[in-house]
């Protein structure tokens, strides 16, 4: 098998020999399917700086600097092929996985499963995406494109429990192997190390440009896997005051109350609190409109909405591409929840919150075609109206504290999807309660990454 980075070098590619580091950017534009460009999964661009966005105060309407890294320029235009790669490795370097007799399935609601079709195929192996046939046809393509074959389950975005049984299915071939987003900790270790430590590293790089005080005061992250918000894990390891923010759909508020439905948040709110996630280390909860965020993608892709911005709100002309660019459905709700996040908290001048764009518009043109066909196009009073409306106007409602209740109501809700279906023990369950638990998953990163270095 193929096998690519280590997690140091994926945080600092400029550790990686400079011959393959050579070799995977001449690819990147030349060659996206030349397995060399594993090598190009990493938050850092040919100057080894970290891809990130400082959001128009603008925009925002609060003092507090929001800033984004994005996953636009990963490999398949987004973030989550980091996880695919490290939950594969994993497992082969650990016997599970042989490319030559096992078959990969990999459950997903979108972007994991594009990362999954994209890596088994870079590394030698045969795909399976398990994928709901409500997500968005440019995800279909890419999978196929890739060379993974799609099975589509009912519903959509938070129709997860479908999911699980097609793979429950899939997995009674001895020649499968799940590679459960879910379950697997290779996602949680590379957030946690790769996307912890880069945002940590960005503390500094922004303190530079006269951005923050050299802290990072809060990381926002919607749950889908869980994965990315593993990285405000490692910042709270940095700064103890640093908060974490969840993130979810009014439409499906599972960990707010239990609650259940559709919506159109592509990437996140899948109906139940994955294994991965670090509950008891989250100090807030926060619900997001799913239309907000489909009307706050148009009103920054569109012509109108930038004419609307630029003229009447004052952002700068020059920010209008990168807006244009950089932002999906989820980086829209990510956004809306930084600033809440300011809100709520009070957050000034000096404390930097930082959030993630995990994928980019590319992935989104058939739902903004939808949203025109169903509410008409976009007009500037419109776009003026949902500027301040969804942004200015983001307000205080649907926010939950981490308080010790709450924190044990979140855990204790993994019970019904991990024991009750995925075959996990109640001993199990409990001792995620430990802290000592995550952090000898953590500590695995350096013995992960010496047998990847040992098996290249």
């Given at each position: 098998?193929k096998?690519?980075?280590?997690?140091s070098?994926?945080?600092?590619?400029?550790?990686?020999?400079?011959?393959?580091?050579?070799?995977?950017?001449?690819a990147?534009?030349a060659d996206?399917?030349?397995?060399?460009?594993?090598?190009?999964?990493?938050?850092?661009?040919?100057h080894?700086e970290?891809?990130?966005?400082?959001?128009?105060?603008?925009?925002?309407?609060?003092?507090?600097?929001i800033?984004?890294i994005y996953g636009?320029?990963?490999?398949t235009?987004?973030?989550?092929?980091?996880a695919?790669?490290?939950v594969?490795?994993?497992?082969?370097?650990?016997?599970?996985v042989?490319?030559?007799?096992?078959?990969?399935?990999w459950?997903?609601?979108?972007?994991?499963?594009?990362?999954?079709?994209w890596?088994?195929?870079?590394m030698g192996?045969?795909?399976?995406v398990?994928l709901?046939?409500?997500?968005?046809?440019?995800?279909?393509?890419?999978i196929?494109?890739y060379?993974?074959?799609?099975?589509?389950?009912?519903?959509?975005?938070s129709?997860v429990?479908?999911?699980?049984?097609?793979?429950w299915?899939?997995?009674?071939?001895?020649?499968i192997?799940?590679?459960?987003?879910?379950?697997?900790?290779?996602?949680?270790?590379?957030?946690?190390?790769v996307t912890?430590?880069?945002?940590?590293?960005?503390?500094d790089?922004?303190?530079?440009?006269?951005v923050?005080?050299?802290?990072?005061a809060a990381?926002?992250?919607?749950?889908?896997?869980?994965?990315t918000i593993a990285?405000?894990?490692?910042?709270?390891?940095?700064w103890?005051?640093?908060k974490?923010?969840?993130?979810?759909?009014i439409?499906?508020?599972?960990?707010?109350?239990?609650?259940?439905?559709?919506?159109?948040?592509q990437g996140?709110?899948d109906?139940h609190?994955?294994?991965?996630?670090?509950?008891?280390n989250m100090?807030?909860l926060?619900?997001?409109d799913?239309?907000?965020?489909?009307?706050?993608l148009?009103?920054?892709?569109?012509?109108t909405g930038?004419?609307?911005?630029?003229?009447r709100?004052?952002?700068?002309?020059?920010d209008?591409?990168?807006?244009?660019?950089?932002?999906?459905?989820?980086?829209i709700?990510?956004?809306?929840?930084?600033?809440?996040?300011a809100?709520?908290?009070?957050?000034?001048q000096?404390?930097?919150?930082?959030t993630?764009?995990?994928?980019?518009?590319?992935?989104?043109?058939?739902?903004m075609?939808?949203l025109?066909?169903?509410?008409?196009?976009m007009d500037?009073?419109?776009?003026?109206?949902?500027?301040?409306?969804?942004?200015h106007?983001?307000?205080?409602?649907?926010?939950q504290?981490?308080?010790?209740?709450?924190?044990?109501?979140?855990?204790?809700l993994?019970?019904y999807?991990?024991v009750?279906?995925?075959?996990?023990?109640?001993?199990?369950?409990?001792?995620q309660?430990?802290?000592?638990?995550w952090?000898?998953?953590q500590?695995?990163?350096?013995?992960?990454?010496?047998?990847?270095?040992?098996?290249?």
């Open positions: 098998m096998l690519g980075p280590t997690f070098e994926m945080l600092h590619p400029d550790t990686i020999d400079a011959s393959v580091r050579e070799q995977a950017l001449a990147k534009t996206p399917l030349d397995p060399i460009n594993l090598y190009n999964i990493t938050w850092r661009d040919s080894n970290i891809y990130h966005y400082v959001v128009p105060p603008q925009i925002t309407g609060v003092d507090a600097p800033v984004v636009r320029e990963f490999p235009g987004s973030h989550k092929v980091g695919a790669y490290s594969l490795a994993e497992l082969a370097l650990t016997g599970q042989d490319p030559d007799k096992h078959t990969l399935v459950p997903s609601t979108g972007n994991y499963g594009v990362g999954g079709a890596v088994g195929g870079r192996c045969q795909s399976i398990v709901p046939e409500g997500m968005s046809q440019e995800r279909f393509d890419l196929e494109h060379g993974a074959r799609v099975i589509k389950t009912p519903g959509s975005e129709n429990k479908e999911i699980y049984d097609k793979t299915e899939l997995r009674q071939d001895p020649n192997r799940v590679l459960n987003q879910f379950e697997v900790m290779g996602n949680y270790r590379f957030h946690y190390a912890g430590n880069t945002v940590a590293e960005l503390a790089v922004l303190q530079a440009k006269g923050g005080n050299g802290r990072i990381f926002v992250s919607a749950m889908g896997s869980a994965g990285a405000g894990d490692r910042l709270k390891q940095i103890p005051d640093h974490i923010v969840g993130l979810e759909p439409q499906c508020p599972t960990l707010y109350n239990n609650g259940y439905g559709a919506h159109e948040i996140i709110g109906k609190v994955t294994w991965i996630h670090n509950v008891r100090d807030a926060m619900c997001i799913d239309m907000s965020c489909l009307r706050g148009q009103l920054f892709t569109e012509e930038w004419r609307v911005l630029h003229d709100f004052g952002v700068p002309e020059a209008l591409p990168t807006l244009g660019t950089i932002f999906g459905i989820s980086g709700c990510n956004l809306l929840g930084a600033i809440k996040t809100k709520y908290y009070n957050l000034g000096d404390d930097v919150i930082v993630v764009c995990t994928d980019s518009i590319s992935r989104y043109h058939s739902v075609d939808w025109t066909e169903t509410e008409g196009p500037e009073a419109e776009a003026t109206a949902r500027m301040r409306g969804i942004f106007g983001a307000g205080l409602d649907w926010i504290e981490g308080t010790v209740h709450n924190r044990n109501r979140w855990h204790n993994k019970y999807t991990w009750e279906q995925q075959g996990k023990s109640v001993e199990e369950l409990d001792a309660k430990d802290p000592d638990w952090h000898r998953h500590e695995m990163v350096a013995e992960i990454d010496r047998l990847i270095r040992e098996n290249r």
